[in-house]
T-cell receptor
């Protein structure tokens, strides 16, 4: 069964460094999302992406964040200058024209 | 505004007990979708069920059942004869009818099933 994959599973970085989180959505899916979950809290929407552009972004998704679909298969989230409060689990999700979003296993980002 | 409330923060049961996880939602849309996801200790989010606003039929899948009631804006989830493997955090989520719409999650209910 096809699934969303994410790499790395765990990323440790120093405050102020740039990180890129990678996702490979399910191949026939057209809609892509990033969510984050601070430890012990609920899952929060960051950004949605369709037709090579951002559809919607949350207040969390400020100028430090960007997304890209560089090659038709990968979907990346870049944080330009990480802060301590960016430490969280980041989930990628995708769906086709049906409405169920399928999530990747997540990338745990730890900012020191 | 849209909102999902899961008032039960944590529930503990003994194996084989039945347990119901509550979910109350708020939306002004007439077309919307409701979801339940399971987050086991390993951390991934596992899709369990999707319901659209026009389909109030209850659903049963093995030991799992869902009760959708528009009159009370609730979408409750019952596990019958719980097992230790059911221990997880369960999230209820809501999204609007457009394809690009985000999921709005509740705060989750942590279920612990003891042997």
């Amino acid at each position: 069964e096809p699934e969303v994959t994410q790499t790395p599973s765990h990323q440790v970085t120093q405050m102020g460094q740039e990180v890129i989180l990678r996702c490979v959505p399910i191949s026939n899916h057209l809609y892509f999302y990033w969510y984050r979950q601070i430890l012990g809290q609920k899952v929060e929407f960051l950004v949605s992406f369709y037709n090579n552009e951002i559809s919607e972004k949350s207040e969390i998704f400020d100028d430090q964040f960007s997304v890209e679909r560089p090659d038709g298969s990968n979907f990346t989230l870049k944080i330009r200058s990480t802060k301590l409060e960016d430490s969280a689990m980041y989930f990628c999700a995708s769906h086709a024209s049906t409405d169920t979003q399928y999530f990747g296993p997540g990338t745990r980002l730890t900012v020191l | 505004a849209q909102k999902v409330t899961q008032a039960q923060t944590e529930i503990s049961v003994v194996e084989k007990e039945d347990v119901t996880l509550d979910c109350v939602y708020e939306t002004r849309d007439t077309t919307y979708y409701l979801f339940w996801y399971k987050q086991p200790p390993s951390g991934e989010l596992v899709f369990l069920i999707r319901r659209n606003s026009f389909d109030e039929q209850n659903e049963i899948s093995g030991r799992y059942s869902w009760n959708f009631q528009k009159s009370t804006s609730s979408f409750n989830f019952t596990i019958t004869a719980s097992q230790v493997v059911d221990s997880a955090v369960y999230f209820c989520a809501l999204r609007r009818g457009r394809d690009t719409d985000k999921l709005i999650f509740g705060t989750g209910t942590r279920l612990q099933v003891f042997p």
